[in-house]
C-alpha cells in the first residue's frame, strides 16, 4: 500500500524559511513526476511546484526564486525548500507523487500545515 508521508510545517514569521519532505513508501512502479500543492482556507488547491523524474522543475510564479523543489530518487522523497516566506504562503501543503506502472496513478500526501505571520 502506497503511504506519503509529510513533514516540515510548522508557523513562522514572514522572511523565514521552512523545508518540507514528503517521502512515499510502498511504492510498485516508476515515480514520474513529483509535486508540491497547497490549499489556503477559501480558495481552490493550486500546484506550487512539480519536478519530473529528469530533474526538471517548474514553478508557479508567486514562489519561484523563493521556493525550490528537489528530489532524492534512491529514498523516494521530494522537498521543498521554502525561503522568504510571505503571509499569503499560509496554507496546507500536500505532496503528490505520480506512478507508472501498467498505468499512472497519482498518490496523495495527508497534508501539512504552514503558517506565515506578519
Known amino acids: 500500500q502506497v503511504q506519503l508521508v509529510e513533514s516540515g510545517g510548522g508557523s513562522v514569521q514572514a522572511g523565514g524559511s521552512l523545508r518540507l519532505s514528503c517521502a512515499a513508501s510502498?511504492?510498485?512502479?516508476?515515480?514520474?513526476?513529483m509535486g508540491w500543492y497547497r490549499q489556503a482556507p477559501g480558495k481552490e488547491r493550486e500546484l506550487v511546484a512539480f519536478?519530473?523524474?529528469?530533474?526538471?522543475?517548474n514553478y508557479v510564479d508567486s514562489v519561484r526564486g523563493r521556493f525550490t523543489i528537489s528530489r532524492d530518487n534512491a529514498k523516494n522523497t521530494v522537498y521543498l525548500q521554502m525561503n522568504s516566506l510571505l503571509p499569503e504562503d499560509t496554507a496546507v501543503y500536500y505532496c503528490?507523487?505520480?506512478?507508472?506502472?501498467?498505468?499512472?496513478?497519482?498518490?496523495w500526501g495527508q497534508g501539512t500545515q504552514v503558517t506565515v505571520s506578519s
Open positions: 510502498g511504492i510498485v512502479g516508476t515515480i514520474n513526476t
Open positions: 503528490k507523487v505520480s506512478v507508472r506502472r501498467l498505468q499512472v496513478r497519482d498518490y
Open positions: 519536478i519530473s523524474s529528469g530533474g526538471i522543475s
